[in-house]
Structures are given as C-alpha cells and as structure tokens.
C-alpha cells in the first residue's frame, strides 16, 4: 500500500515537470506541441470548448488504446485532471518573456526537455500513461518500433492534420514534433524503463 502510496505522489509529482515545461513552452510563445495544434484547430472549426476537445480526443485515445490491448491505468485519469490544474497554477506564477527571440527559443527548447522528462517519470511509475501516451505506446507495441520513431510518426501525422484544419503552430511546434519522442527515448534509457 505504501508503494502505492509513493508511486501515486512520483506521478503527481512528474506531472508537475511535464507541466512547468508545458508553460515554458506556452511562455516561449513559438507554438506548442502538435497534440495542442490539433485540439486547438479542431476546437476551433466545430465551435466546441478547447477543453471539451481536449476530453473527447482524451477518452477516444483511451478507447483506442484498450481495443490495441493497453488499459488504462491511474496516471491515465490523473492526467485528465492534474495536467490543466498544474498549468493553470504554474502559469499564474510565471512572469511573461521579453519578446527576443533568442530567449524565447532557449525557453522552448528547455520546455521541450522539461516536458518530455516529465513524461518519461510519469510513465516509469508503472501505474499507466497518459491518454496520448498510452495511444502511442499500443501502436508501438503493435508494431514493434521504438518510442522515438512512434512519437514521431504520431505527433508528425497529429501536427499535419492540426495544420490541415487550421490549428496554431510555429517553430516550438516544429521542435518538439521532432524532439519529444527521441527525448522520452533518451530518458527512457537512463531510467532503465522499457515502456
């Protein structure tokens, strides 16, 4: 139980990083990742909440995911929940950047390094994957390929159809497309974990 207990609070904790590099990200104010440019389009051409989005992509990746044989676990619900509770109060606190755009770079690429270790410890609890990660995670399984190209594969195809129906995006977006997925891989390695 108390196991339990400390790998809840690890994932709590590790979706906390994942946050601060999501609003460093936000802050650096050079496009998000691609996940946030397909919502944010989609959001946009029904008319729907960006949260309600956020929701109905969250459960269908999830749904997905199950039938490809990964179920759900508790990280998978915390990160419905905890994800936007920390961004909304990391960036209440975070002071805005000076529009140069070698900071605001250096910002995003420390975002990007940020987020991608905080889902790296998020996942190497053991107790599941968020629901973008647990969709990624059952196409890897399936097709026997590492966690750097399926990141890539998926969040490069994500990005696309963000773009297509007019999603928000910009160099980060281009950055973290092409760099979560080798730096979860490059974590995944030093933490000894095989997703």
């Known amino acids: 139980m108390k196991s339990l207990k400390n790998r809840i609070l690890k994932t709590m904790l590790s979706m906390f990083i994942t946050s601060i590099g999501i609003v460093m990200m936000m802050k650096a104010e050079l496009g998000l990742n691609p996940w946030w440019t397909l919502t944010t389009g989609f959001s946009e051409l029904t008319g729907l909440s960006l949260g309600l ?29 905890l994800i936007g509770l920390y961004i909304d109060i990391i960036n209440q606190f975070t002071p805005t950047l000076p529009d140069i755009f070698i ?29 973008k990660d647990s969709f990624t995670f059952a196409i890897m399984k399936k097709t026997h390929t590492n966690v750097g190209k399926m990141k890539l594969l998926v969040e490069g195809s994500t990005f696309l159809i963000g773009l297509l129906i007019g999603g928000p995006f910009g160099i980060g977006t281009i950055v973290s497309t092409l760099f979560t997925g080798q730096m979860q891989s490059y974590f995944f390695k030093k933490l000894k974990y095989t997703p």
């Open 53 to 81: 989005v956020v929701q109905i992509f969250g459960f269908t990746l999830i749904a997905i995911a199950f039938l490809l044989g990964v179920k759900p676990g508790i990280t998978t619900i915390m990160d419905m929940f």
């Open 103 to 131: 900071i605001q770079l250096l910002a995003c690429i420390m975002g990007v390094i940020t987020f991608s270790l905080g889902l790296s410890l998020t996942v190497s609890t053991g107790l599941g994957a968020g629901p």
